[in-house]
């Protein structure tokens, strides 16, 4: 199988709005820059990924997704990200992939482990596996076989919304349940989650 992830990424002066009550502007930009190196050296570390694709209006991501040996577009204006994820996947597919994994830039514990057991329950010929946050109502991550097997549906609700598309589509559908997944830091109290499950942490 030939997988590509996808990561799409927010302007890093940008990122984390919902933040703003406990992180200055800096802190914020640190934090989005540090999850997303950390998504993007992870991601490495996967001998079944082929390669990254990283989507971003951002010139300073899109720097540093190539340090990170990433292939990047550089998307203009204001770009809807379901809209960014389909023009990425039709990229993907001119590349030849058989799988695309749709990754987050905001997953502070992600480990190679995940990426790989989400894969290995991937192998149906048409399927698609997909984690959830810790609300089960987002997609934190997805894996479909082949690219392009449904439409992006990100926004609120979008693990459901997945999930029953892919069925539609006749695919086969997998949940990978993981803890470390399921946390992406977007409100004050996921940031105390990350702190509570690290022993707290210190940007730099």
Excluded: C
């Excluded at 390669?51 to 550089?74: E, F, H, M, N």
């Excluded at 204001?78 to 799988?99: C, D, F, G, H, Y």
């Excluded at 997953?107 to 089960?136: F, K, N, W, Y």
């Excluded at 990350?194 to 730099?204: A, K, S, T, V």
Aim: no cysteine.
């Amino acid at each position: 199988m030939s997988i590509w992830a996808i990561i799409p990424v927010k302007p890093l002066n940008r990122a984390k709005s919902r933040l703003s009550p406990v992180l200055s502007p800096e802190e914020r930009y640190q934090l989005a820059e540090m999850m997303f190196r950390r998504v993007l050296e992870v991601i490495r570390t996967v001998p079944q990924v082929m390669g990254t694709l990283v989507v971003s209006r951002d010139s300073k991501v899109i720097g540093i997704a190539r340090d990170y040996g990433a292939r990047t577009v550089q998307e203009s204006g204001t770009p809807e990200l379901n809209l960014a994820l389909m023009r990425a996947t039709q990229v993907i597919m001119r590349w030849k992939a058989s799988a695309t994994l749709i990754l987050p830039a905001d997953l502070p514990l992600i480990a190679g482990e995940d990426i790989a057991g989400m894969i290995e329950m991937g192998q149906a010929e048409r399927s698609m596996v997909i984690a959830t946050d810790q609300h089960e109502d987002g997609t934190n991550a997805m894996l479909l076989r082949p690219p392009g097997l449904v439409e992006y549906a990100y926004g609120e609700g979008s693990y459901r919304r997945h999930i029953e598309l892919a069925r539609a589509a006749g695919a086969t559908v997998k949940t990978y349940h993981s803890e470390r997944l399921s946390l992406d830091i977007d409100m004050p109290d996921d940031l105390k989650s990350y702190r509570e499950l690290i022993g707290g942490y210190e940007l730099h």
